[in-house]
């Protein structure tokens, strides 16, 4: 049956496994069909086939659309489910997909998870510090609205409501760090401090050790070493 | 008969309040319906397509609180199809062309639009109040329409809504004058909201008593909010996470601690254990106190917090509290009316720690307990039958064992006499609903006994179509009936028609009724509007003899409805 046969595969996966990406960057690496059964894109976990308990009208749960399809638990290394019916047991879908959600949430955040990117963020000014997990955001305007959202109890003015200017100008640049908008700055593996938004998001999760949040006039200084740092890399 | 100047009449039905009871009053002389109708404020209608809203609005000119439902009970467990209709369109727009002073809307399970909101926000001066449960089809941008257009809002109620998080501006549009917020429902909302807003708002609103944040507000803000409200009564926390010692938890402590108004709690939708000791304070004054979304929380947790909760009378838990933590309340919640046990995993292939033990521990710790939803692991006839001699006050009693025709887990017989206790002891029982394996002796018992009930709800059960007549013949009161996966059939369906007028719905899937069957009962009844819903089917089969996957009908003054999808055939 189904699970079987996936543990089988699974025994010789890792060995003739391709991977993209640069050696010993462990994300990168393909992901396998195990490991697409997660909750992250579909929140209701695997599919079931409707196999059915009760008599009269199985012919009919199996050709459900989609959206009424019953679900397996989440996690694939358990024994399937006994067969599930379709609206049972009648928990309201918001209920359902709240529960799914955050049990999938609360897997993530407990202990080290090697999927969290979880680092300190510093506001000046502000009295406390907060963390962010920064895998949880796509983009930069993504992660600029919530650091908005987050900090907006402190600042009088917007946090980059503005959204992250393009940091390839320097005048535009020159512009941004001369006013007193708050600008994000971070910590990367290699010590440096640098402007937020020179690189792909992708690289910036990978080597954001921990953000500052300062006012624009005492980024000044970090300006030439981050246009340097960009001209290096192109 | 005294004659008595209208002025009087008024002033007497004022004082006649429900429903219920209005609509008698209206039914005995014409004067008395004149009288009732214009002096009536409030209106409920159970079934948005039972009647035109022009007619209500023509009826009852002095209409201020409207409260609508949409879609049938079913389609909270996706066994209706989407898109299946329920808009709230066509009624913000009549009421909008009248001259209606509106100024309360309830709605349960219907489609709100953007537009919608945005046309209810200009549309009524004196609006105040906005209560959604279950609805869908809005953004946060409908909300930020409401927020900037109704100067008086009072209550904005958001209950288990999908709607779709357009992220955190929506909360800036409450203008600075606008300081009139009673109670601010946002649980639902998905995405972050703007903390600052908030904080804002809560500041300026002096008259807050209750207050449900979402997931996106953290403890710290929690503990500033708190600060300003005092006064509140009704708290449902964000996201309660922090570091055991660190400041903002050791403030929030503090704080929570002279909060000593507040009699009902809720949220704790991401929560530490170990955050849970800051709310102990509360413990003692609270009667209703809803668990039923803290994943976070094990069984022991939950225990140590309950012990402190004496005057509790509204429980909503997750089934993570076990039958032990179900002793625990027995023990502790002597003025218990009403619980509810949730299961924390719906598909989860491990058993549920709740079974029959609980909830006979409860009926004998909680003699006043009147509402109950209860999903459990197993059951057995014995446990019914102490729990109807424990507990005769029953009004609503809703059982949900976890497979759905599990028998007697003890003697492996069906639950017929265990429900059969149930109805003969609690007299006063309304809704009823059953799960676990039952025959046709469970219906009997209904009908016989079960002279109060209203709505009952019925799946994998029974055995023929006697079952269903039981019903039919025997609940001279039932007004919503819904089946679904039951052998019953045309015999059953077409043996009294004339009942169907009496009745709000009736609802029937994975039956054995037929097409043919459903269009006789549609030609003798013309004020039944009798929907067909197939499955993948937009041209329907026209064999009489095939099965129906889904039938609902309904009483109606409109006819057919103008705006059913193409899957759905009206007969």
Known sequence: MEVIGLKKEKMGFEETELRLGLPGAEAARKRGFCETETTEDNKNGTVDLMLNLSSSKEADHSTDKPKEKTLLPADPAKPPAKAQVVGWPPVRSFRKNMLAQKKSGEESDQKSSPNGSFVKVSMDGAPYLRKVDLKMYKSYQDFSDALGNMFSSFTIGNCGSQGLKDFMNESKLMDLLNSSDYVPTYEDKDGDWMLVGDVPWEMFVESCKRLRIMKGKEAIGLAPRAMEKVKNRS | ?571
Not at chain 2, 91 to 108: C, D, N, Y
Not at chain 2, 112 to 119: I, P, T
Not at chain 2, 233 to 255: I, N, R
Request: proline share 5%; with cysteine; hydrophobic share 40%.
């Open chain 2, 1 to 571: 008969m005294n004659y008595f100047p209208d002025e009087v009449l008024e002033h007497v039905f004022d004082y006649v309040t429900s429903h219920r009871d209005r609509n008698a009053v209206s039914l005995v002389c014409k004067s008395w319906y004149r009288v009732e109708r214009c002096s009536r404020q409030r209106v409920f209608i159970g079934n948005c397509y039972s009647i035109s809203p022009e007619r209500v609005i023509q009826r009852f000119p002095g209409l201020k609180s409207l409260t609508l439902k949409g879609k049938p009970h079913f389609a909270d467990f996706n066994l209706v199809p989407h898109e299946w209709g329920g808009y709230v369109s066509p009624w913000i727009e009549a009421l909008a062309k009248s001259r209606v002073g509106l100024e309360e809307l309830k709605l349960k399970r219907m489609v709100v639009s953007d537009d919608s909101l945005e046309l209810l926000s200009y549309s009524f001066p004196n609006f105040k109040s906005l209560v959604l449960v279950s609805c869908e089809g809005f953004t946060t941008d409908g909300l930020a329409a409401i927020a900037a257009n109704c100067r008086l809002l009072r209550d904005l109620d958001l209950q288990e809504n999908e709607i779709d998080d357009h992220r955190g501006q929506w909360l800036n549009c409450f203008p600075d004058s606008c300081t009139s917020l009673v109670s601010l429902n946002i649980a639902c909302l998905k995405g972050d909201i703007n903390l600052g807003a908030l904080e804002r708002l809560v500041a300026r609103s002096p008259n807050l008593k209750s207050l449900k944040l979402n997931r996106a507000v953290p403890l710290d803000t929690l503990q500033r909010i708190l600060m300003r409200t005092p006064q509140l009564t009704d708290l449902g926390t964000g996201s309660f996470v922090d570091e055991p010692d660190s400041e903002a938890y050791f403030k929030l402590k503090h704080t929570i601690s002279k909060c000593r108004s507040i009699t009902s709690l809720c949220g704790f939708l991401e929560v530490s254990p170990h955050c849970l000791p800051a709310v102990y304070p509360l413990c003692s004054n609270l009667t209703s106190l809803n668990l039923s979304y803290a994943v976070g929380l094990q069984g022991s947790d939950l225990m140590k917090l309950i012990r402190h909760c004496v005057k509790l009378q509204r429980l909503w838990i997750l089934d993570s509290i076990g039958d032990d933590g179900l002793c625990v309340v027995a023990c502790t919640c002597k003025d218990l009316q009403e619980l509810r046990v949730f299961p924390s995993l719906p598909f989860e292939a491990g058993p549920s720690p709740v079974t029959e033990r609980g909830l006979v521990a409860i009926s004998v710790g909680c003699p006043k307990l009147h509402s109950l939803l209860y999903f459990c692991q197993q059951m057995t006839n014995a446990a019914l039958i102490t729990v109807a001699k424990n507990c005769p006050n029953f009004i609503r009693f809703r059982l949900c064992t976890l497979d759905p025709t599990k028998p007697d887990a003890d003697t492996m017989q069906p639950l017929d006499e265990g429900f059969g206790a149930i109805v003969q002891s609690c007299r006063r029982l309304r809704r009823l609903s059953m799960s676990g394996l039952l025959t046709d002796r469970v219906f009997l018992y209904i009908g016989m006994y079960a002279e109060q009930l209203e709505m009952l709800s019925v799946a994998f059960a029974g055995e023929s179509d006697k079952g269903m007549l039981y019903v039919l013949n025997g609940c001279k009161k039932i007004r919503k009936l819904e089946i679904r996966d039951s052998p019953f059939g045309n015999m059953a369906l077409l043996n009294d028609v004339g009942k169907y007028e009496t009745m709000r719905s009736l609802w029937m899937s994975s039956c054995e009724v037929t097409l043919g069957a459903c269009k006789t009962l549609a030609r003798k009844m013309p004020r039944l509007n009798v929907e067909i819903m197939n499955e993948n089917e937009v041209e329907f089969n026209l064999d009489d003899a095939q099965k129906v996957d889904r039938m609902y009908l309904y009483r109606s003054l409109t006819g057919k409805r103008k705006d059913a999808p193409d899957f759905v055939w009206t007969l």
